[in-house]
Structure formats: structure tokens, C-alpha cells
């Protein structure tokens, strides 16, 4: 019933932003929280932010001060503005969105297609 959409994705050079963004797409539900993580090959896919319905944020340390998470709930979408972006940014990013399905009571959770995001010179 619920689709994630990425786009934003692409390649820059240190010192650089990019805006990802994600829109949740479907029928019968509710977000409860949308957020962004990355996964380099032979890594574990780890947190860079996520951002409640309400505005409450969480960032990974090393984002902290560069990257900054929105979202707008009429649209069912989360952004991620990207700034001072640096080489170890390089990843694949994944949106993630922890969904309540009307009629259900549990959170499901989704993920999106993945983005690449690549910074070099």
C-alpha cells in the first residue's frame, strides 16, 4: 500500500550540497517518522538523520552542523539538505519511513530505492 521515492542523488565535489528527498506514496496510512540512512559496500547500513512528524530530529555525529533534515507532512515528504559535503559522505542513501496503515495498530517500516551520492574531485 505504501511506496518510498527517492531523488536528489548525484555527484559533487567536496565542499558541495545536494537535497535529497523522498515522498511517500499510497493510500490508508500515517507517518509516524521518515529519516535517511547510508550503506557503503561491506559496511553496516548506519543513521544519518530522522525527523517525527512533530519536528523532533536525530543526526548521526558526523553529519551534525552540515546535514539538516525537513520534512513536509502534507506532502509525505522528507528532504535532506546536504552541505560541506566531504569524500567519506560517499554512499548509498536509503529512506526509511516507520508507517501506521489505518485499521492496524503496529509500525511498519519502508524503504526506498536507495540514491548514490558520490564527492570527489
Known amino acids: 500500500q505504501v511506496q518510498l521515492v527517492e531523488s536528489g542523488g548525484g555527484l559533487v565535489q567536496p565542499g558541495g550540497s545536494l537535497r535529497l528527498s523522498c515522498t511517500a506514496s499510497?493510500?490508508?496510512?500515517?507517518?509516524?517518522?521518515m529519516g535517511w540512512y547510508r550503506q557503503v559496500p561491506g559496511k553496516q547500513r548506519e543513521l544519518v538523520a530522522r525527523?517525527?512528524?512533530?519536528?523532533?530530529?536525530n543526526y548521526a555525529d558526523s553529519v551534525k552542523g552540515r546535514f539538516t533534515i525537513s520534512r513536509d507532512n502534507a506532502k509525505n515528504t522528507v528532504y535532506l539538505q546536504m552541505n560541506s559535503l566531504k569524500p567519506e559522505d560517499t554512499d548509498a542513501y536509503y529512506c526509511?519511513?516507520?508507517?501506521?496503515?489505518?485499521?492496524?495498530?503496529?509500525?511498519?517500516?519502508?524503504w526506498g530505492q536507495g540514491t548514490q551520492v558520490t564527492v570527489s574531485s
Open positions: 526509511n519511513a516507520k508507517i501506521v496503515l489505518v485499521g492496524r495498530s503496529s509500525v511498519y517500516q519502508y
Open positions: 499510497g493510500s490508508d496510512f500515517s507517518i509516524n517518522s
Open positions: 525527523i517525527t512528524n512533530g519536528g523532533s530530529t
